[in-house]
């Protein structure tokens, strides 16, 4: 039987969600329907030592993702749903992160906008990713947005406030972004937390 980590909660309601939309993901790919159709899903969910801005303490996040990463040391596939932890990561083949899981989407892409932590940004996760690809950032800090977002109904009137040139994609980079559905209706918009989903329900049962 297939089992698959979920290193989440940052933040904790958006790693809630990713375990849904798995588990709902997986009944329709494998038409699953009993308990026993469904891999065993090992959900380590706690504080790394993360603020609204993304990554503050590496030392800190380090040792607590390496706790987490202990707690799944039997799982086929481990799903790192965070951004912004991507420096302070293990090498581990078993680890599935958002920027991975957005290879095969992001093939051919040549310029995309990125909505991420200010870390994520900062550490330029995924300019070293994808170097061939025109990362392009809103001028404004993203953390009292994606703060915003997280306490507050979210409307299209935010979304103007990033001044995107309609029809350029835009890549949700964080994951509070990545696992709600947000009201982009000028540009399409790659969310690697549903990429992580497919890849993840390809596995053989």
Not at 19 to 43: S, T
Not at 44 to 56: E, I, K, W
Not at 73 to 85: F, K, L, P, Q
Request: charged share 20%; with cysteine; hydrophobic share 40%.
């Amino acid at each position: 039987m297939t089992s698959i980590g979920i290193l989440g909660g940052v933040g904790a309601i958006a790693s809630a969600r990713f375990h849904l939309a798995l588990v709902e993901a997986w009944a329709i790919r494998h038409k699953a329907e009993d308990d026993a159709d469904f891999p065993i899903i090992r959900h380590a969910s706690r504080p790394l030592g993360l603020d609204a801005s993304g990554l503050v303490d590496p030392e800190t996040t380090r040792l607590f993702v390496k706790w987490e990463l202990d707690e799944m040391e039997s799982c086929d596939r481990i799903a790192v749903i965070c951004n912004s932890i991507a420096p302070v990561l293990p090498h581990d083949p078993r680890l599935l992160t958002p920027m991975d899981a957005c290879r095969p989407a992001l093939t051919g892409v040549k310029s995309a906008w990125l909505l991420a932590s200010d870390t994520t940004i900062r550490d330029r996760i995924y300019q070293r990713a994808y170097p061939d690809i025109e990362w392009k950032t809103p001028p404004l800090s993203m953390t009292s947005w994606i703060t915003a977002l997280i306490g507050d109904a979210f409307t299209y009137r935010r979304i103007e406030e990033l001044h995107l040139p309609a029809g350029e994609l835009v890549v949700l980079g964080c994951t509070e972004l990545s696992t709600r559905k947000l009201p982009f209706l000028c540009n399409p918009v790659l969310s690697p937390t549903d990429e992580m989903i497919k890849i993840l329900c390809n596995t053989s049962p």
